[in-house]
Every structure is written in structure tokens, then in C-alpha cells.
């Protein structure tokens, strides 16, 4: 099952501290973030939200935007080599 409206937002972090630009950009947006955390694999962080939409948001839009953050000069704590984030629809619980 895949609610409406839902989107899983992965982003490759080296950093604890760049969640929170994350999360500013997701909230920027008016998404709730219904669930985020932090994993660890490969040796690599990943900070993991699953986001719900108050109005017509795609997922081209947040992914533009997060790959806006990722070319910023010195942004430090995000891993800028292939296959740094991902936004899917989601049906994690």
C-alpha cells in the first residue's frame, strides 16, 4: 500500500549536523515529516525521512532542491559522488 501524497526522501550525509539543513528544506516545502532518522551503512550515513504532502508538491521539485543544497561552496557533511540521494514514493512503515 502506498498512501497518497507520501515520498521517501534518502541523502547520503557525512555529518549529523547537515539533518537539520534537510529537514529545513523539506519543511520548506510544507511537507510533514511523518518519520526521520539517521542509518549507517557501507560505513556511510544516510539521513532517511518519509514526508507527507499538505498540497501538490512533486518529488522533482524536493529533489531540485536538495541537489541545490548538495552544490552549495562548503557543504560540508554531504558526500557529493554519485548516487547521493534518492525520493521515492513510499510504502515503509
Do not use: Y
Request: charged share 20%.
Amino acid at each position: 500500500m502506498n498512501p497518497p501524497g507520501q515520498m521517501l526522501i534518502e541523502m547520503l550525509c557525512e555529518d549529523q549536523g547537515f539533518f537539520l539543513e534537510i529537514v529545513d528544506i523539506i519543511r520548506g516545502f510544507g511537507l510533514n515529516i511523518l518519520k526521520a532518522k539517521m542509518d549507517l551503512r557501507k560505513n556511510k550515513l544516510w539521513a532517511r525521512f518519509i514526508v507527507e504532502a499538505n498540497r501538490h508538491v512533486t518529488r522533482i521539485d524536493v529533489f531540485w532542491s536538495l541537489i541545490n543544497l548538495l552544490q552549495q561552496p562548503n557543504a560540508a557533511g554531504i558526500d557529493s559522488s554519485n548516487n547521493h540521494g534518492n525520493i521515492i514514493p513510499s510504502n515503509i512503515a
